[in-house]
């Protein structure tokens, strides 16, 4: 039995950890939900029955074995350490310590082994998570010269009360009523905005440059340059993402899309979805809601020749994004033990 | 004066060229509205007065010096030619003719001169359209070596009943009730579909191979590869791109991104809209119903190094996807009489 903890209980990320905890099957122990000050007291159903909401605090955590912080890099940098310093392993999924050298950063399908002895452990950009699971298993056998990315996010990104304004601000607009904004810079409904977390030096958003970062340190291999273009989309729950890359190895001389097809096919937590004459391919319609990234619009890219590859992913940000990762890294923990 | 028809009248295209021949004064003698034969009869409200709809005949295109097809590829490729051995000019937006070598597909700020003597002049793809009136001020200066796309496609695209799916569909999601679809493959409210046309040979769909041959033939260059994906959102009636290139020359060595700017900033039909520290950058929001295409988060690509470029657009498809590049052939035509 593990006794598991998670500050951010109540949010759209929180909700979906309890339920991949219950789908899992994982042997929770004591689980104490931390929430806001102005939510605690307050009774919460979950999986594991009725719970009450905590203010969080250090001494709450006492016989913790697992965290989840669900909230924002500054509670993350104020209490993770201090949680590690007390023997409590912490899956943070803010981007606090994503770059930090000491602090692995993980898709326990990828580099599982990075998590060794850390108490604190990183959880990815949803955008990263759900590129990676697709293109790690082409990486492996093909190697990657260069990586073109362009998103569709949905607006969980920014949490329940983003997707409730898209949903709320849809039918402002479908009733003829002003459209307003308050979670995005400007109205989302009909609409897509093309910023998405704060620009950099460089002119990319924080967002885009995730993607580059956090690749490279799944990958542990930052030898091929990655471009990104994030664009948040009146989308619920599924992030897609079009994917462009020049492998190393020649595509065609190597069993070529097939081979492609077939790789993808055998690794768990990808499910091909690629067959247009049926009308097959990812959407957030299908990959809502499920654990698995979809994979489709598989084909040869033709710009980069025989080492071009082209392909569409969409998976659950909330899910692969956010809490079926972080649970993940809390089994490979478990596993250890 | 100039004796005008359009076939579709009724259509979105056929409004917004209606609209466009308004707003830009073109000296309307004759005006023959066509429309199937269920609506033939009906009136019609235009800028130019009320029009009695009319069922499409050669005969009752007589005295006609333009007409513009907004019908579909079959109509287009059964009359045009008859049109045009009337001597009338016939300006046609399906994609029946765009690629025959014999006929001109034009964007009159990049390639008027195609016109000639031609009595059949195709009008690009919307995606297409939008795409070459950023890139061509650009690929002038520096040269193109690659071009990748991303699309992000308004439900325009399939017409007024696209876009009347997409509200209505939207609707009954809110309301709780089943949502359908019929004019597209899947239900588009909080959806998107990477299928637009039919699948090619090569895995592309004909929506993405568009954008490789009208460009090629539109910059009657085709030295460069064009790789894109095509996704229609649940958005109305403008279509956004995201563009990376890799130049011929060197963009640093040549005034950088600077010039880049200043070149979209002097290109008649492009509204720079690129400063990201002020949430200004293209959106459908602000890009539908004007006839300028926005262009903006213009920044380094950072995989192709100092030749690399990457941008986003956006532009209303109904206007400078289809209607107000019509009208601005037919402007062309009309200045050569």
Avoid at 19 to 31: D, Q, S, T, Y
Avoid at 107 to 127: D, F, L, M, Q, R
Avoid at 276 to 296: F, K, T, W
Wanted: glycine letters at 8%; aromatic letters at 8%; proline letters at 5%.
């Amino acid at each position: 039995m593990a006794n598991i903890g998670i500050a951010g209980a109540t949010g759209a990320v929180g909700i979906e950890i309890l339920n991949v905890l219950a789908r899992k099957e994982i042997p929770v122990g004591e689980l104490k939900l931390f929430s806001s000050a102005r939510s605690a007291g307050k009774k919460q159903a979950t999986p594991f029955g009725e719970h009450i909401l905590e203010e969080f605090s250090l001494d709450a955590c006492e016989n913790l074995d697992i965290i989840f912080l669900a909230v924002g890099g500054d509670f993350s940098r104020e209490y993770a350490p201090q949680l590690a310093e007390k023997g409590i392993t912490v899956i943070d999924n803010s981007s606090a310590f994503r770059y930090d050298e000491n602090i692995p950063l993980v898709v326990p399908s990828i580099n599982a082994e990075a998590i060794g002895n850390s108490k604190i452990i990183a959880n990815p950009n949803c955008t990263t998570a759900i590129l990676a699971m697709a293109l790690y298993p082409i990486y492996k056998e093909f190697g990657l010269k260069k990586l073109i990315v362009s998103t569709y996010q949905a607006t969980s990104g920014a949490g329940n009360p983003g997707m409730q304004e898209l949903l709320d601000e849809s039918k402002n607009y479908l009733d003829g009523k002003p459209v307003g904004n308050n979670i995005f810079a400007h109205p989302i409904p009909f609409n897509l905005i093309p910023h998405i977390d704060v620009p950099q030096e460089n002119d990319y958003t924080k967002e885009e440059m995730k993607v580059t970062w956090e690749t490279h340190k799944i990958f542990n291999d930052n030898s091929f340059p990655i471009s990104c273009t994030a664009v948040r989309i009146p989308t619920l729950r599924a992030h897609s993402e079009t994917i462009v890359i020049e492998t190393e190895k020649n595509i065609d001389e190597n069993g070529g899309i097939e081979k492609i097809r077939e790789l993808l096919q055998q690794s768990s937590g990808v499910h091909l979805q690629d067959d247009i004459r049926n009308n097959i391919y990812p959407m957030p319609l299908n990959a809502s809601e499920v654990y698995d990234v979809q994979v489709g619009r598989i084909r040869k890219n033709l710009v980069f020749g025989d080492f071009g590859l082209e392909f569409f992913v969409c998976g659950d940000q909330l899910l692969r994004g956010a809490a079926l990762n972080s649970v993940e890294i809390a089994e490979v923990v478990l596993s250890e033990r």
